[in-house]
């Protein structure tokens, strides 16, 4: 896969939780082939160390960092274990999360509530609060966080995803307000339907070109769609832009 080339990336580094499959793991690759050194986290070991030697063979430089990352402790450990690799952390793509089941709201229990609020939202709010502080140190830093188009219109996802995904976006033009003073840039994304290895074995050719048929561009996403608008939200070609959530739909949200 040939990204689009933004030379100003070069050096820096980057961590991506939830790294390993799908969007993060494309933009784990999108970053490296710019000559960032990109530390890869995810839930599974094996599969954070298959996309590192991958982008390892590829010519980039990335570092293994597999843990829980709505787990506290283990983010400072991976905090730490970049910084002693590589330095102090340039860009964050905080990625971890994941839909769950779409149960419905009066068969929504406390405890999915919690679990999915701890996935998508809490994940975000840990890797910032480790790498923030450094950032602010060196006034400078790009956050780009991950909602999703069921945090921008309702009824396409459980009750929890799509108020821990909305929350995602209100928490990153929060902290955007409150931390472009110190040089430091915090942008959203909200994809709607992107390619998955879940979607591929689990619809049939025919129901994928009906999904593909319900967004005016006529496709689905891929995996590299966002990666390119990751690369381009931690470039200098995005210097002047903070607080924004941009919505990767193929037009299927247009506001």
């Known amino acids: 896969m040939s990204y689009t080339s933004h030379p100003d990336l070069g050096g820096k580094v980057a961590l991506v939780t939830g790294g390993s499959r799908g969007i993060g793991a494309a933009t784990c690759r999108a970053l490296a082939a710019n000559g960032v050194r990109v530390a890869v986290n995810g839930r599974d070991p094996a599969a954070v160390d298959a996309l590192v030697a991958d982008i390892t063979a590829a010519g980039g430089s990335a570092l293994a960092v597999p843990g829980d990352a709505t787990d506290a402790e283990t983010v400072r450990r991976i905090r730490e274990e970049v910084e002693r690799a590589f330095g102090p952390i340039d860009v964050l793509a905080p990625f971890v999360g994941g839909q769950g089941r779409p149960t419905p709201t009066h068969q929504l229990g406390a405890e999915q509530w919690r679990a999915t609020v701890e996935a998508d939202l809490t994940s975000v709010f840990l890797a910032v609060s480790e790498v923030l502080p450094s950032m602010i140190e060196r006034r400078t830093g790009v956050i780009v966080m991950m909602s999703s188009t069921a945090g921008r219109l309702p009824g396409l996802a459980s009750a929890a995803y799509a108020a821990a995904k909305a929350g995602v976006v209100m928490f990153s033009k929060h902290l955007a307000a409150g931390v472009g003073p110190h040089g430091i840039r915090v942008n959203c994304l909200a994809p709607s339907a992107v390619l998955n290895s879940r979607m591929q074995q689990h619809m049939t050719e025919e129901q994928l070109a009906d999904l593909a048929?319900?967004?005016?561009?006529?496709?689905?996403?891929?995996?590299?769609?966002?990666?390119?608008?990751?690369?381009?939200?931690?470039?200098?070609?995005?210097?002047?832009?903070?607080?924004?959530?941009?919505?990767?739909?193929?037009?299927?949200?247009?506001?």
């Open 213 to 255: 048929a319900r967004f005016p561009l006529g496709r689905i996403g891929k995996p590299e769609d966002v990666a390119e608008a990751v690369l381009y939200l931690a470039s200098d070609a995005a210097s002047w832009i903070t607080g924004a959530t941009l919505d990767l739909t193929g037009g299927r949200v247009i506001v």
